[in-house]
């Protein structure tokens, strides 16, 4: 079965800093192929990137944006449709609480920005919370479900240091793979190298989602490994 491992930086590092990152990340560290690793990077800093990555050999890792427009291209200023971010991103970060607390976006507008990723050729990772997961999956499209991932994230975990319990964590995932049994789910919420071990073995999860632990290379690669199964780094 693939495993993921998505780092959210949201809105943090120059493009110094996450170039350096990327450096450290690819001497650093070497994981398991079949560990698809997933890197969102600050909109601005994601052709820069993805141009470095070209030079490099870390062929399990892509590009994500962070979010993107419930529109196609079009008058809409600000937005970044799917179109202009395809051929550098091949996931999208869609729904995360972030989003919904400090944007207000609705059930719909997600749905609206899966639906512009899938025909775009963009996986989404949508974002899902209990216990709202139920009424945020129904806003999807059910021919846009095929081929996304999802990503649960209890709001309460996220930026606290303190992840939700594991008997919980369980609980929720549990309950969203009874409403989408295909679909990988990533779990998220204060992962860092101290828990990861823990949280990685969640049944029914095939991966984890990072934050802040994603900021320092030599974290996430921690992380890496665990997914990895211990791998050793080779310094």
Known sequence: MRRYLLANWKAHKTLGE??????????????????????APPVPFLIPLWRKLQKMNLSNLALAVQDLSPFPPGAYTGAVAAEM?????????????????????????????????????????????????????????EEDLPGLLIGYGPVEAIGIEVPQSF?????????????APDT???FGGS?????????SALAGS?????????????????????LSGGASNPG
């Not at 996450?18 to 890197?39: N, Y």
């Not at 919980?168 to 549990?174: E, L, P, S």
């Open 18 to 39: 996450a170039e350096a990152w990327l450096e450290t990340f690819a001497r650093s560290h070497r994981l398991d192929p079949h560990l698809q690793v997933i890197l």
């Open 85 to 141: 971010v395809r051929d550098f991103a091949e996931y999208a970060i869609i729904g995360h609480s972030e989003r919904r607390r400090y944007f207000h976006e609705t059930h719909q507008e997600i749905g609206n920005k899966v639906r512009e990723a899938v025909a775009a050729g963009i996986t989404p990772i949508l974002c899902l919370d209990q216990p709202y997961a139920r009424a945020q999956l129904a806003a999807i499209e």
């Open 167 to 179: 008997a919980k964590a369980g609980a929720a995932i549990a309950a969203i793979r009874g409403m």
């Open 184 to 186: 990988p789910i990533l």
């Open 191 to 199: 992962i860092n190298a101290k828990n990861a071990s823990e949280y």
């Open 206 to 226: 095939s991966g984890l989602m990072v934050g802040t632990a994603s900021l320092d290379a030599e974290e996430f690669g921690a992380i890496g490994r665990t």
